[in-house]
């Protein structure tokens, strides 16, 4: 039934790749819930009822990161080999599970236990590196754009479901926000999975990018083929970032430029989490209300919506390497402002340009990822480079903390990230799109 559902949805007008974008968009809004924002929502009403201090609750966060690393490197070869669709179902299904089983918690082992296992599941089977790999798999010259628009979701469900979260708990209780989530990840993650996801657009008899159709009944005409490998050649000729000479796992790991960019999204990692976790609490320490300060998160988000679409129509124009030189740019600037600033309209821009920058990296990384390595094997690679943004993502906040408690101030942490982002900048630079050699 699905896959004659897929077979009329590829025949029709609509590139097919477009659904494949619906369904990481859809299933990027219920993921959320896990996210480092919502674990502030449930923290206080749950350790209020079970006596659990802040510190012992924040070890579930710690813990599934790191499961979700060893599991990246695994799920990333799964992706290329068997493709998304029932690997994504699965990690949705047992995503809404967790959900369902958080609801019933009673003991802090439990929660670890159930909250790790989302989480995990959140960050390697349903994680942006997997989902974003298996939309560039479909485009090549439209990928930041297909990209930027599949990060919408992660947009949309931070906006939206922040204060539907934070209603239902005021009205009921934290148990049923935790089941909304599980019944939303079942109809917007797991349902769309099971119907949609398919591994390649050549499976499907299409081209990336919908620039035509194979003949799967009578092979790949020649006349064909040598129009599709004509018009790559000159998109290579026009952007060199965009040809797809694919490089397995084992051909990217003995390359220079595999190692600088894994490098360089670690440091950009903990870069990112020192100054989103500590930027509310630096703004309240320079005097800033706290009103103020807190109201600086909605403008980071802001200014990541309102310019991922820019960044994407950019890359797609001028490159996704040099675009991805000036989000680190703007990411070092809005850096240097937050720390900086002592007014409630300092922290606005600050936090607003911050957005910006983060909505930039996080998006033509990926595109970078692909334009290097090619489609075909990206799954793996990505995965490979996962257990180093698990470590990034868990050490950003903790250096910062650990500087503030040194010093009694966030200003060591942010001299220390203005490095971090500087040193990327240098990475990225001289990093080269390597050449397989058959």
């Known amino acids: 039934m699905t896959d ?71 799920l990333g070869r799964v992706l290329d080999r068997f493709g998304p669709r029932w690997m994504m179902a699965g ?100 349902i769309p999975a099971i119907i949609f996801l398919r591994r390649l657009p050549e499976d499907l008899s299409l081209l990336p990018d919908g620039d035509g159709r194979l003949r799967p009944t009578s092979g790949h005409p020649p006349a064909l083929i040598e129009a599709s490998l004509q018009r790559q050649q000159d998109e290579q000729r ?63 988000t802001a200014g990541s919506i309102a310019s991922v679409f820019l960044w994407g129509y950019l890359s797609d124009r001028v490159g996704a390497k040099r675009m991805l030189l000036i989000a680190v740019a703007t990411l070092w600037i809005a850096s240097l402002l937050v720390a900086r600033t002592d007014t409630a309209m300092g922290a606005y821009v600050s936090s607003a340009m911050f957005g910006i920058g983060l909505a ?22 990505r995965g490979a480079t996962i257990p180093f943004q698990m470590i990034g993502n868990a050490s950003g906040s903790l250096i910062a903390a650990f500087l503030y408690d040194l010093r009694g101030n966030y200003d060591d942490a942010f001299r220390f990230i203005l490095v971090l982002y500087a040193a990327s900048m240098i990475l990225l630079a001289i990093a080269r799109r390597p050449t397989a050699k058959r």
């Open 91 to 190: 990690g949705f299904t047992l995503l809404a599970v967790s959900y369902f089983g958080l609801a019933t918690v009673s003991s802090l082992i439990g929660f670890y236990l159930i909250y790790a296992i989302g989480r995990s599941t959140m960050q390697s089977a349903t994680g942006h590196q997997l989902m974003y790999a298996l939309v560039s798999k479909w485009f090549v010259r439209r990928r930041a754009m297909a990209i930027s628009t599949a990060t919408i979701g992660g947009y949309i469900g931070g906006i939206v479901l922040a204060p539907v979260t934070q209603t239902i708990i005021n009205h009921f209780s934290w148990r049923e926000a935790w089941v909304f989530f599980g019944v939303l990840t079942a109809f917007m993650g797991v």
């Open 360 to 381: 930039g990296t996080g998006l033509l990384s990926e595109v970078v990822w692909a334009d290097f390595f090619g489609r075909q094997y990206l799954g793996s690679i």
């Open 238 to 300: 026009a952007d060199p970032t965009i040809g797809e000479d694919a490089l397995n796992l084992k051909e990217a790991l003995r390359t220079v430029s595999f190692w600088l960019l894994t490098v360089m999204v670690t440091v950009n990692t903990v870069g990112i989490t020192g100054i989103t976790f500590h930027m509310v609490p630096h703004f309240s320490d320079v005097g800033i209300s706290s009103t103020a300060a807190a109201a600086s998160v909605s403008f980071l």
């Open 4 to 74: 004659q559902i897929v077979s009329r949805l590829a025949r029709g007008r609509v590139y097919y790749g477009w659904f494949i974008v619906g369904v990481v968009l859809s299933g990027g809004i219920p993921r959320v819930g896990l996210n480092g924002s919502f674990f502030g929502i449930f923290l206080k009403p749950m350790s209020e009822e079970f006596g659990w201090s802040r510190a012992e609750m924040t070890w579930a966060v710690t813990i599934g990161t790191f499961i979700a690393a060893a599991l990246g490197v695994f």
